[in-house]
T-cell receptor, first 112, second 113 residues
Framework: KAGVTQTPRYLIKTRGQQVTLSCSPISGHRSVSWYQQTPGQGLQFLFEYFSETQRNKGNFPGRFSGRQFSNSRSEMNVSTLELGDSALYLC???????????FGPGTRLTVT | GNSVTQMEGPVTLSEEAFLTINCTYTATGYPSLFWYVQYPGEGLQLLLKATKADDKGSNKGFEATYRKETTSFHLEKGSVQVSDSAVYFCALIFQDSSYKLIFGSGTRLLVRP
């Protein structure tokens, strides 16, 4: 079974721009979660989707948003980028609620 | 609040040494516990899991036992290899509506030949 895939793997953007990251979960997994990883803050939860519904959201500003499609693929969007948004963004999928999560390779976002 | 505490790194060992990485948690209920590993430039890989007290998770020579009485989930390996050099994360998730993994800060392991 193919793992979680994320595109693009690397991205360089300028302050004020917006960005969209994509995630394809493992086949059959309906839960998709997003995390931000930075050296200073570690791994922080952004949001979780199940069957196109956002069930939980982390403590991030409204500039961070996401969605899930009927095929379980998910996207996250960050608008009005700030330097502090530079991070590794990780997507994870899960076969059921509160179970183990399987991570993709991440998208490395650099904001200049 | 719910949290996970890991020992500070880096942990530096010689090949074939015994490894212990401590992990304790604070939780209002009974979470499922996990160890993830992250190699340079990669995402997180699930290493092992335990879903209830006294469960032992194991994989690739690594083991961890869910100890409810000490709220701990320490990672152990009897003989480490250079290829085990990575960052290890302890994490928990609740069997409720939170849907999110709560991670420790990570422990970097460096194994020297």
């Amino acid at each position: 079974k193919a793992g979680v895939t994320q595109t693009p793997r690397y991205l360089i953007k300028t302050r004020g721009q917006q960005v969209t990251l994509s995630c394809s979960p493992i086949s059959g997994h309906r839960s998709v979660s997003w995390y931000q990883q930075t050296p200073g803050q570690g791994l922080q939860f952004l949001f979780e989707y199940f069957s196109e519904t956002q069930r939980n959201k982390g403590n991030f500003p409204g500039r961070f948003s996401g969605r899930q499609f009927s095929n379980s693929r998910s996207e996250m969007n960050v608008s009005t980028l700030e330097l502090g948004d530079s991070a590794l963004y990780l997507c994870a999928s899960s076969p059921r609620t509160a179970a183990e999560q399987y991570f993709g390779p991440g998208t490395r976002l650099t904001v200049t | 609040g719910n949290s996970v505490t890991q020992m500070e790194g880096p942990v530096t060992l010689s090949e074939e040494a015994f490894l212990t990485i401590n992990c304790t948690y604070t939780a209002t209920g009974y979470p499922s516990l996990f160890w993830y590993v992250q190699y340079p430039g990669e995402g997180l890989q699930l290493l092992l899991k335990a879903t209830k007290a006294d469960d032992k998770g194991s994989n690739k020579g690594f083991e961890a036992t869910y100890r409810k009485e000490t709220t701990s989930f320490h990672l152990e390996k009897g003989s480490v290899q250079v290829s085990d050099s990575a960052v290890y994360f302890c994490a928990l998730i609740f069997q409720d509506s939170s849907y999110k993994l709560i991670f420790g800060s990570g422990t970097r392991l460096l194994v020297r030949p």
